[in-house]
């Protein structure tokens, strides 16, 4: 049975000599144990005029380490039932293993020979170059996602504006040779983070981890500080059926004090199919046929992004509405409300922390965004003790600001009841 999350221990954390920081959670009742290798490089550190080569990196390592070439690799871990995941992201690109707690000792050498022997072998190259295409084509059939691709191109000034997919031109541009001197680079221990989460003991792994990372070594690059855009509206023609909507502003840090605020603020928003903008955009009027808000990060930077799929006919009245609920927060919130917003949060919580997978990525995120792991007693805590005044006088005092708009489909003859919406080049 799981244990009591207000009782949860702090979690083990060391540095280990070469810069690795390794954090471990018990979860004793568990026969399994879940692994998040986090690394600090990603898009935002792509080399000029090379994006897409984090993407192909992350690849390109799982293909073949030590003295395994790809298939051989790939049989090792499907001989233990270890289940892989895993991505490129903007900063950051993880690599996650799941498995059963007693195959520690086969297990977690195989994650580390990929960081610290992988074969990068000429012909497991351009393969991993073509799934980095196919993913990057994807987005013509996956029209949520193109917009959201688009939105942050324009609402970030940093290089964290550049997609974790890649451009043609990028991915076209990348060799062999280029990708491993990219790795040596930014493949290494120092701001890495190795987080795990399950049913073994910190004196069991310790010894584990020593013997499997302890000898890794190379660089890793800084990451740019980001940097929000100035204010705008944007479109991307497309041939669809519907027209997408994006919003973004920035927002409180998750895992903050005002974080928790705005958690629950936005809980209330964007939380369930009673919050205000499922209730104002669809249930009352029927313009949509899905509404959403929610929060992303970087270091340093906490956003929202807001999402709503509507027709080309009623894109300016769900754009008004959506607009006017985000103006709406600065009033506050209802008791009511709040107690809906909290009660859910827990759940989610709960729940989460009923995951050992969700646990290690809980650790590793928390890690590299706050540089400490919370304990989820301090989450509930947190959630539990936020009053309706605090909440209130946090919205009062930090009001939505202006976002940037990014519209993806057909607009209406009339335009969106904005600033007029110019075809953003380069984003299609």
């Known amino acids: 049975m799981p244990s009591d999350p207000n009782a949860t221990p702090v979690p083990f954390d060391v540095t280990l000599s070469n810069g690795l920081r390794v954090l471990y959670e018990p979860m004793p009742w568990l026969p399994t144990l879940s692994v998040t290798l986090l690394m600090p490089f990603g898009s935002a550190t792509d080399p000029a005029e090379r994006e897409g080569s984090a993407n192909v990196l992350h690849e390109w390592l799982q293909r073949g380490a030590g003295d395994l070439g790809s298939r051989a690799f790939s049989d090792a871990f499907e001989d233990l039932g270890i289940r892989r995941g895993g991505g490129a992201g903007r900063e950051t690109s993880t690599l996650g293993l799941g498995f059963l707690a007693a195959d520690a000792a086969k297990a977690l050498p195989l994650l580390a020979d990929m960081v610290l022997r992988p074969r990068f072998e000429d012909n497991e190259f351009e393969p991993a170059v073509e799934l980095a295409r196919e993913e990057l084509r994807s987005l013509e059939d996956a029209p949520t996602q193109r917009l959201f691709e688009a939105l942050t191109r324009v609402f970030l000034a940093s290089p964290q504006r550049r997609s974790a997919l890649g451009t043609p031109e990028g991915l076209a541009a990348l060799t062999e040779a280029g990708v491993r001197t990219d790795a040596a680079d930014r493949v290494g221990p120092r701001g890495s983070i190795l987080a795990l989460a399950g049913g073994s003991t910190w004196e069991q792994l310790l010894p584990i981890i020593e013997a499997a990372f302890g000898e890794w070594e190379g660089n890793s690059l800084p990451i740019p500080e980001p940097e929000v855009a100035a204010t705008g509206v944007h479109h991307v023609p497309a041939e669809t059926s519907q027209l997408q909507l994006g919003l973004a502003y920035p927002s409180a840090q998750v895992g903050t004090d005002e974080g928790y605020l705005y958690s629950l603020a936005l809980n209330v928003l964007s939380g369930s199919m009673g919050a205000r903008l499922f209730t104002e955009i669809r249930e009352k009027r029927g313009l949509v046929y899905s509404v959403s808000a929610g929060t992303r990060a970087l270091r340093g930077l906490g956003y929202t992004l807001g999402y709503a799929g509507t ?16 103006e709406r927060l600065a009033e506050g919130v209802t008791a009511d409300e709040l107690e809906r917003s909290r009660t859910g949060l827990l759940s989610s919580v709960v729940m989460r922390g009923e995951s050992s997978g969700a646990t290690a990525g809980r650790l590793a995120s928390d890690a590299y965004f706050l540089g ?14 936020a009053t309706l005044q605090q909440v209130n006088d946090y919205l009062a005092a930090n009001p939505v600001p202006p976002p940037t708009i990014v519209t993806l489909g057909q607009l209406p003859e009339g335009g969106l009841g904005v600033p007029a919406a110019a075809a953003a080049e380069g984003l299609a």
């Open 372 to 385: 400490r792991a919370r304990t989820l007693a301090e989450v509930n805590r947190k959630i539990e003790q």
């Open 311 to 326: 027709t080309t006919e009623r894109a300016a009245e769900t754009l008004q509405v959506f607009l006017a609920e985000l």
